[in-house]
Every structure is written in structure tokens, then in C-alpha cells.
């Protein structure tokens, strides 16, 4: 009876490790990242906030607290259908999605902020780069240094990025609109 007691709690654990991470539907490759705990470069800038002693990051990509600069190096650590969970120099920092405020999934989460090689910021002008340095937003800005700069507007409230105005928070109680015309920032 004990033996069965022990493989049965064996089968349980393994099967709740196993649906974490399956939950997640990440490519084979991803998934072999995170297991080898590889070193990627994040996408875009994005903001971490303290909360009951975690460092979190919502896919909504609040924009105050400590800045995790675009290109960064960080280390995946874990996933699941909720969360990613990598390291910033040297500080464990979830990343947490909520997908009637995002719009996706984890997989389309880690594929915005995640990648094996930095971004290309020549391809922005100097005024972009500078912009995207300290997380602003200025006049004449394209909408792709915008996304680097700030990250994704939330789908709820942005749910085309075609569209001319896009939605941001700069906090769970303050909004900001970014307005563009012919792609490029006005205000």
C-alpha cells in the first residue's frame, strides 16, 4: 500500500510540474532554453515594481518603478501559463500575464519581451535612441521605437496598433494616451 501511495503522489507531482509547463505551449526550443536556464536580452524596456517581496513586471508594462532597459541581459528561469520568471542582474523578477489585458498568451508574452540576440537600435534616429535610453516617448517617434521604448499598450484598451492612439498605464489608477499621425508620435 505504501508503495502505491508513493508512486501515486510520484505520478501526481510529476503530471502538476509537467501541466505547468505545458500550459505554457511554448516552442521546443524555448522550452529547452528555460530547462538550460540560457541567457536572452530582453526586446523591449519594461518596469519592475516590489509587492510582497517579489519583483513583478506586468504584461501590462506599468510604466513606473525600477527599468529593466531594452537589450538587457537576463537569465530565463522558469515558465508556466501565468508567469515567466528570469533574472536581472542578480534579482529574481516575475513577469505576469493577464490575458484580458494583454490580449495573449505566455508563448506571444516571452516572444515580445525575450530573444537570444539584442535589438537592433541603429535603426532608430539618435532622437529614438535617446528617447527609448530613459523610457520616454517624444514628438516624431515611429510606432516600432514607441513599442521598444515603452512596450505593447494593453489590448483592452489599444486592441489594433494600427489604430492612431494607443492606451497606456503609468500605473494601475493613471492613463496616458500616445497619439500618432502617418506613424509617427504628435503628442
Known sequence: MKKYLILL???????????GCAEAKLSPEVH??????????????MHYNISRNNKIVEGTNYQV?????????????S???KQIVFTYQGNKIILRNIPKYTGIDIAALYA???????????KFTSMERDAIKVAQVRNGMSKEAVLV????????????????????WKNRWITFLVNFKNGKVIN
Open 9 to 19: 503522489l510520484s505520478v501526481v507531482g510529476l503530471s502538476f510540474f509537467m501541466s
Open 32 to 45: 529547452k532554453a528555460f530547462e538550460k536556464h540560457a541567457t536572452v536580452y530582453t526586446q523591449r524596456n
Open 65 to 77: 518603478g525600477i527599468l529593466i532597459p531594452v537589450n538587457s541581459k537576463v537569465i530565463l528561469e
Open 79 to 81: 515558465v508556466n501559463a
Open 112 to 122: 515580445r519581451y525575450f530573444a537570444p540576440k539584442k535589438v537592433n537600435l541603429s
Open 149 to 168: 521604448s515603452l512596450g505593447f499598450p494593453p489590448a483592452h484598451a489599444t486592441p489594433s496598433l494600427k489604430m492612431d492612439q494607443w492606451k497606456y
